[in-house]
């Protein structure tokens, strides 16, 4: 995903023009694409007015366009009321979210009073199937880096599901081509059993810088997940009530430096997966936002990256539901 600081009228208008540019660039046709503009505007606006400032994500996938508004404003105290047609805090029409929800084939928010808004909206072409909301995951470039060096996958079916994330080592153009290459291996491998899937990884990147990687699979029927990890990833599963359980990775650098590779086990059963690079600190804690486990995936990812960003690296988070819909 790609990241814009909107903190004023110039930042909306160039929001509208880079979602243009997506749509362009997966396809939509104009219908879609003028419909993702405007959710694009009325996002952004709502950044300036409402959240002083904020930030809108753009990703881009085969049958649609993501934007993912972001803002530590003050937040609102009835959602519902503020998604409702002409309501207005600030004296305007109050259309913004009441358009989006017309607009986008899918829209989720999180706001509490002083915790800020999370608003979720996609944009998908017309007669696309429709996409699964049980897991989601973002990839933001360190500030000033146009390439990215972390990424992550997927691979669900119905008797399991599984995510990988990798972390290339530093940053830019060569950790984005040790990403690229842990992605490339896992794809061709990602059946095997978690730690054959790793080991692959590591060989795969013997001739890169290398870097962090993991990978989880939940088998559906059996409620576990089997886990194995290299560097410094962090995965948790967290359960209905709120509890975490971090998930143990071990030390080393995919493609240099691994001992024997182990995979873990761990009973899962209703609540959520998360794993994230260490472009986003492991203090979050599920207590901090109200209704943590009910939220709509991206609204996790992008509620973490928002207040756990580090800033100073790439980062990525990955959420996934730990039970088959």
């Known amino acids: 995903m790609v990241e814009l600081k909107v903190a004023d009228d110039s930042a909306v208008a160039a929001a509208r023009r880079r979602a243009l540019a997506v749509a362009a660039t997966v396809g939509l046709d104009e219908l879609r694409a003028g419909q993702l503009a405007l959710v694009a505007t009325e996002l952004s606006t709502n950044l300036v007015k409402h959240g002083g400032g904020g930030r809108l994500l753009i990703g881009d996938a085969v049958n649609h366009v993501d934007l993912l508004a972001l803002d530590v404003g003050p937040g609102m105290a009835d959602v519902g009321q503020c998604m409702a047609d002409g309501f207005s805090s600030s004296g305007t029409p109050g259309n913004g979210l009441g358009a989006v929800r017309r607009l986008a084939q899918a829209l989720h928010v999180a706001s509490w009073p002083g915790l800020g808004t999370a608003v979720f909206a996609r944009v998908a072409r017309q007669g696309a199937p429709p996409t699964q909301d049980d897991a989601a995951g973002l990839s933001i470039a360190k500030p000033g880096e146009d390439a990215c060096g972390d990424a992550w996958t997927s691979r669900v079916d119905d008797q399991a599901g599984a995510w990988f994330v990798v972390d290339g080592l530093g940053h830019g153009s060569e950790a984005a081509l040790a990403a690229n290459a842990a992605i490339t291996q896992f794809q061709r491998g990602q059946t095997a059993a978690v730690a054959d899937v790793l080991q692959a990884v590591h060989l795969a990147l013997r001739h890169t810088r290398g870097g962090a990687v993991a990978v989880a699979r939940i088998e559906w029927a059996a409620s576990t997940v089997a886990y194995a990890g290299l560097g410094n990833i962090s995965a948790a599963l967290v359960n209905a009530s709120g509890q975490v359980r971090h ?72 959420v996934a539901r730990t039970v088959r819909p």
């Open 247 to 318: 998930l143990v990775s071990l030390n080393g650098i995919a493609g240099h430096n691994a001992r024997k590779i182990h995979a873990f086990e761990y009973p899962c059963g209703d609540g959520l997966l998360i794993m994230h690079s260490d472009g986003i600190s492991a203090g979050w804690t599920p207590q901090r936002y109200p209704g943590f486990t009910r939220l709509h995936p991206m609204l996790l990812a992008g509620l973490l990256y928002r207040d756990f960003a580090r800033g100073r690296d790439d980062a990525t988070v990955v």
